[in-house]
């Protein structure tokens, strides 16, 4: 290993489509490569010297959900998905949090992972919205 980090590596979950970019063959690769947290992704990480990866999902993600029930419902799949990932795969990959406003107990959920964590830069996703909070 060479004790290399990679940033905003995208990942993705069944439960969302992202858009058609490339032709029908492309996609179906790209997908596949996007729902692989484990496997291939491991093997291309070791093969090109990365040791620790910060994922990320693809947009559109929770940020497009106009609904804040949903938003938040949704934002709390995502991380809970993450965080099983992360401990099946310890120490390989490091989260940002999902965290949908105006619901206030998610956002402390969030935060309080990022503090166990200690995770720096984390990029929280508001219904609609998206900032960066180096808090």
Known sequence: ????????????????????????????????????????????????????????????????????RQAVSGAKKVNDTLAEVMATHEPRYGQPIAAASPDQRLHKLGMERRRLRAQRPVLLAVAGKRRRNRG
């Open 1 to 68: 290993m060479h004790g290399m980090i990679a940033f905003e590596e995208h990942y993705n979950l069944p439960q969302f489509e992202i858009p058609e970019y490339a032709d029908a063959a492309n996609m179906r690769e790209i997908r596949r490569r996007l729902l692989d947290v484990s496997e291939q992704r491991l093997a291309d990480m070791d093969a090109t010297g990365i040791d620790y990866a910060i994922l990320s999902l693809v947009s559109p993600d929770i940020q497009s959900e106009t609904d804040a």
